[in-house]
């Protein structure tokens, strides 16, 4: 029995090693997702990022992407509708949903607004290290739509990860893709 728990160890020590190289080094490969140009019915911006977020959802409207534009987040919203309307984008062209705190509620909050607005095809805009993440909170609570991510690239390099305490953002995303997948079955694949 030791023998064998042994030889199962060994096996396993390298894979563990090897993942965790590769979750270290190409976390841009892992966690980000972008969808390519696609047009939808709306952009959805999702909160807690910086100022990239609403940057990335103006230009994507510019591009005619979307129509729309929906705001989710409790607090940021406000602020990036303030933002966004500062830069030109239409005061009418924008929605807002301020009851989320997390990225799970930003899913469901939003996908029961858009169910009621008979949207089909949403293109998530959020950091490109939360991209997996976000897409994935969407796809599970609105399976009958159809969802694409657009993320921002702000910090993508590594030499800008120093800024903003972004390195910490950035790994902190795996234990978050794995407790949502754990307690809430959100699947990151």
Known sequence: MRRRLFRTALVLFPIFILVGAGVFLFPQEILCIDGGPVKADVLV??????????????????EHAAPRILLSGLGDCKIYRRYLIGIGIPASAIQMEDQSRTSRENAIFAVKLLRRQGVRRVIIV?????????????????????????????????????????????????????????????SPF
Do not use: N
């Open 45 to 62: 911006v999702l909160g807690g990022g910086l100022q990239d977020r609403p940057e990335r959802a103006a230009e994507l409207f510019r």
């Open 126 to 186: 959020t950091s490109w290290y939360h991209s997996r993440r976000a897409l994935a909170c969407f796809e599970h609570y609105g399976p009958e739509m159809e969802f694409y991510s657009r993320p921002s690239y702000f910090g993508y390099h590594r030499a800008d990860w120093s800024r903003s305490r972004l390195r910490h953002r950035i790994y902190l995303e795996y234990p978050k893709l794995l407790g949502y997948w754990m307690c809430y079955g959100i």
